[in-house]
């Protein structure tokens, strides 16, 4: 069975780092497309970025030069690097795997202050 446990979230400054962690078990993360996705209030799910099994990460347009994402085998654990945090990023961030992509985690909660 696939299990995603997000962590890493917080409470920081605009202007700020967070980085995300995705610990994956059930599977092998580096053999399917990963992806991170967010949601903040009142708003639907949206996509933010994805690490294809082959291929170059890409990213949605809002993060685009601020968010990175890895992945470490020996951990089967990914990643989500936020840099220059800003109000909007402010949401609750969820990694998923592409082909399992009804498994979700309980999502890790970031809120940035202006």
């Known amino acids: 069975q696939v299990q995603l446990v997000e962590s890493g979230g917080g409470l920081v400054q605009t202007g700020g780092s967070l980085r995300l962690s995705c610990a994956v078990s059930g599977l092998f993360f580096r053999n399917y497309d990963t992806r991170w996705f967010r949601q903040a209030p009142g708003k639907q799910r949206e996509w933010v970025a994805s690490m294809p099994s082959a291929g170059f990460t890409n990213y949605a347009e809002p993060v685009k030069g601020r968010f990175t994402m890895s992945g470490d085998n020996a951990k089967n654990t990914v990643y989500l690097q936020m840099n220059d945090l800003k109000p909007e990023d402010t949401a609750v961030y969820y990694c998923?795997?592409?082909?399992?992509?009804?498994?979700w985690g309980q999502g890790t909660q970031v809120t940035v202050s202006s």
């Open positions: 998923n795997i592409l082909r399992f992509s009804t498994n």
